[in-house]
Structure formats: structure tokens, C-alpha cells
């Protein structure tokens, strides 16, 4: 029996809401694996889009105090 047999068998027998779970799981796989063999579609700008910043809401607004280290007045 192959992988594929037996993952089809297991995911029949889950309600539909796993099914739709493993979907997307099995999606997200698929689109990882794409990106690997497809550098070109990895965009700088979605890369930087998906790193998280701890970090106050507004840096504009103290910009002089993130920037250049000034006092706040």
C-alpha cells in the first residue's frame, strides 16, 4: 500500500472538519516545498512582511528616540 493510499484511508475516517484541517495542512506543505524549488518566488518584500517586531505600535512618533537616542521632551 503506498503513503498515498494510506493517508487517503485515515483522512476518510476523520469528520469533515479534520479533513479540511489536514487540507490546509497539506497546502501549506505544498506551497514550502514550491519556495524551495523556486527561490525566484520568494519576494523580499513578503519576507520582511513575515519577520515579527516586539516593538511599541508607532515608531514614527518617537522616531528621535529610536533613531538618534535623544531625550523626549
Given at each position: ?6 493517508i ?7 469528520p469533515?472538519?479534520?479533513q ?24 523580499p ?29
Open positions: 500500500m503506498s503513503v498515498v493510499e494510506i487517503q484511508q485515515k483522512v476518510f475516517q476523520l469533515p472538519q479534520a479540511a484541517q489536514v487540507l490546509a495542512l497539506i497546502e501549506q506543505f505544498e506551497a514550502s516545498y514550491q519556495a524551495k524549488e523556486n527561490p525566484a518566488m520568494d519576494y518584500l513578503d519576507l520582511l512582511a513575515e519577520i515579527a517586531i516586539d516593538g511599541p505600535a508607532d515608531l514614527a512618533a518617537r522616531h528621535d528616540f529610536y533613531a538618534h537616542s535623544k531625550a523626549e521632551e
